[in-house]
């Protein structure tokens, strides 16, 4: 393939640089780190205690792990044409490079923007989650309480200097965390079970009737926010060792371990508290839910260590989304659709420390806006962007997989299988495009009933689709592949 830019060797593992002597990304993540890396943007503490809960209170109540099941089904078809595609996606764009390759240079830079803006919603969106978990968990310490983005701007800082470091720093950082809360998560399953729950195990995951009592659409839109970032391995593909089969094995790792992880831990909640007070407490102590069941079933220690695990959890979020984010802007900036100083990487750390600082400031000037306005920092600074989030991902899993098929039916002299190439990501299409409608239906309800905010959203994604072509045709093409 022809391109501007030639490729040598480096002496250092063999590391592609340009001729000009501008470092690449590098790293040697396996796929455990990878997993670890993107399930820690899934939270899994945080979710528990927040989105399982909003789940269980406005969706389809005892029902809701088994929307985990279908959810999970749904992105599986994904994942298969996802990892198919992947030997031959070069670059480490993620959905950009995916639906670049199969949809085009527009709408593969379109997708880039609703990407980017998606993923950095996120990131801000949960230091309203954080700045109030610190200062809980603080004054049970004794401590007097102060602002919310006090304290969101000292993890802030954290994140930035992570950020800025080698990407193997932060995906040991998160293997810590995330060991951690899933190891207490477990602990709390286990125990609950063990002891029969408030009163005997809860039926809802199999009862028909209650997966579809209630609003069952709420309930698998609040699922699809539990997934967020699962598909990110491929972000890191520069960075991974042998990033052909590491891509593969950490995308269908974190899919599964996400799913039955969600499935279990959001039944046992249920049981907990039992299925006949389940939407009750979830309705009127959503905020205390977890924590009560918690002090119930692993007594005061676990209570604290829930407590926080609940906080590091949400570090753990916000540190991967924002090495998730500043690759993006990595790879655009390579791609010339930002100013290209942001596409260089660190000479040492092998990072992209410029795209990260680029990252911190957007993601600052969001926080200090949010605090300046007095939004509340859950039900609106992170619901709001949580649901921009929602809206742009659900959007992208469906392009990238009519991406796949569009891709293999281009080029049958790549011998993957019908199953791959065409079934699989087909009925992924479908089942995601079904769950995008499901998402706009309730798009309202994402952002606290304010309709002028679900129709800025719809415009900040058009107007990214608009703005993807007018950038095809304005910026030269840099080939890297």
Same mark, same amino acid.
Request: some cysteine; overall charge neutral.
């Given at each position: 393939?022809?391109?501007?830019?030639?490729?040598e060797?480096?002496?250092?593992a063999?590391?592609?640089?340009? +001729?000009?002597?501008?470092?690449?990304?590098?790293?040697?993540l396996g796929?455990? =780190?990878?997993? @670890?890396m993107?399930?820690?943007a899934?939270?899994?503490?945080?979710?528990? /205690?927040g989105?399982?809960?909003?789940?269980?209170?406005?969706?389809?109540?005892?029902?809701?792990?088994?929307t985990?099941?279908?959810?999970g089904?749904?992105l599986?078809l $994904?994942?298969?044409?996802f990892?198919?595609?992947?030997?031959?996606v070069?670059?480490? *764009?993620a @959905?950009?490079?995916y639906?670049?390759? /199969?949809?085009?240079?527009?709408? /593969?830079?379109s997708?880039?923007l609703?990407?980017?803006?998606?993923?950095?919603?996120?990131?801000?969106?949960c230091?309203?989650?954080? *700045?109030?978990?610190?200062?809980?968990?603080?004054?049970?310490?004794?401590?007097?309480s102060?602002?919310?983005?006090?304290?969101a701007f *000292?993890?802030?800082?954290?994140?930035?200097?992570?950020?800025?470091?080698?990407i193997?720093?932060?995906?040991k950082?998160?293997?810590v965390g995330?060991?951690?809360?899933v190891?207490?998560?477990?602990? %709390?399953?286990a125990?609950?079970?063990?002891?029969?729950?408030?009163?005997?195990?809860?039926?809802?995951?199999i009862?028909?009737?209650q997966? @579809? +009592?209630?609003a069952p659409?709420?309930?698998?839109?609040f699922?699809?926010?539990?997934?967020?970032?699962f &598909? !990110?391995?491929?972000?890191?593909?520069d960075?991974?060792?042998?990033? &052909?089969r590491t891509i593969?094995r950490?995308?269908y790792s974190?899919?599964?371990?996400?799913?039955? $992880?969600y499935a279990?831990?959001?039944? !046992?909640?249920?049981?907990?508290?039992?299925?006949?007070?389940?939407?009750?407490?979830?309705?009127?102590?959503?905020?205390?839910?977890?924590?009560?069941?918690?002090?119930?079933?692993?007594?005061?220690?676990?209570?604290?260590? #829930?407590?926080?695990?609940?906080v590091?959890?949400?570090?753990?979020?916000?540190?991967? %989304?924002?090495?998730i984010?500043s690759?993006?802007?990595?790879?655009?900036?390579?791609r010339?659709?930002?100013?290209?100083?942001?596409?260089? !990487?660190?000479?040492?750390h $092998?990072s992209?420390h410029?795209?990260?600082?680029?990252t911190?400031?957007?993601?600052?000037?969001?926080?200090?806006?949010?605090?300046?306005?007095?939004?509340?920092p859950?039900n609106?600074f992170?619901?709001?962007?949580?649901?921009f989030?929602?809206?742009?991902?659900?959007?992208?899993y469906?392009?990238?997989?009519? !991406?796949?098929?569009?891709?293999?039916?281009?080029?049958?002299?790549?011998k993957v /299988?019908?199953?791959k190439?065409?079934?699989a990501?087909?009925l992924g299409?479908l089942?995601l495009?079904?769950?995008f409608?499901?998402?706009? =239906?309730?798009?309202?309800?994402l952002v606290?009933g304010?309709?002028?905010l679900a129709?800025t959203?719809l415009?900040?994604l058009?107007?990214a689709?608009?703005?993807?072509? #007018?950038?095809?045709?304005?910026?030269?093409?840099?080939e890297?592949?």
């Open positions: 393939m022809a391109s501007d830019v030639s490729l060797l480096s002496p250092i063999d590391v592609p640089v340009r +001729s000009t002597g501008t470092t690449r990304l590098r790293g040697n796929v455990w =780190q990878i997993v @670890f993107v399930t820690a899934a939270s899994p503490l945080g979710v528990l /205690g989105t399982v809960i909003v789940g269980i209170g406005t969706g389809n109540g005892t029902g809701f792990p088994a985990y099941i279908v959810t089904i749904a599986l $994904f994942a298969i044409g990892t198919a595609m992947t030997p031959y070069r670059t480490a *764009g @959905f950009y490079a639906i670049d390759k /199969g949809l085009g240079r527009s709408i /593969g830079l997708a880039g609703v990407a980017l803006l998606s993923y950095i919603a996120v990131e801000t969106g230091y309203g989650l954080i *700045g109030p978990g610190i200062d809980n968990l603080l004054q049970s310490w004794g401590f007097p102060a602002p919310w983005w006090v304290y *000292g993890v802030f800082a954290v994140v930035t200097y992570f950020g800025y470091r080698n193997e720093l932060s995906g950082v998160l293997a995330l060991l951690a809360e190891a207490i998560c477990l602990v %709390f399953d125990v609950v079970i063990a002891r029969g729950g408030d009163s005997g195990l809860s039926t809802g995951i009862s028909h009737d997966v @579809f +009592s209630g659409g709420v309930g698998i839109l699922a699809i926010l539990s997934f967020l970032g &598909e !990110a391995t491929a972000v890191f593909r960075e991974a060792h042998d990033p &052909e593969k950490a995308t974190s899919l599964i371990l996400i799913t039955v $992880f279990l831990s959001s039944w !046992a909640l249920i049981t907990a508290v039992g299925d006949k007070n389940a939407v009750k407490i979830a309705t009127e102590n959503s905020g205390t839910m977890l924590s009560d069941a918690t002090h119930r079933y692993l007594g005061p220690v676990g209570f604290q260590a #829930i407590q926080v695990l609940f590091t959890s949400l570090f753990a979020c916000i540190l991967s %989304f924002h090495n984010v690759r993006y802007v990595f790879v655009l900036s390579e010339n659709v930002f100013p290209k100083s942001l596409g260089v !990487a660190h000479s040492r $092998f992209p410029r795209a990260s600082i680029a911190s400031i957007v993601v600052a000037a969001l926080v200090i806006l949010g605090a300046v306005t007095h939004l509340d859950i609106q992170y619901t709001w962007l949580g649901g989030s929602a809206v742009g991902v659900v959007l992208l469906a392009l990238a997989s009519l !991406a796949v098929v569009v891709f293999f039916a281009r080029h049958r002299e790549h /299988g019908i199953w190439g065409a079934v990501p087909g299409f089942a495009a079904a769950l409608g499901l998402v706009l =239906q309730n798009l309202k309800t606290g304010s309709d002028p129709v959203i415009a900040l058009i107007g689709f608009v703005l993807g072509p #007018i950038l095809a045709k304005l910026r030269p093409k840099l890297l592949e």
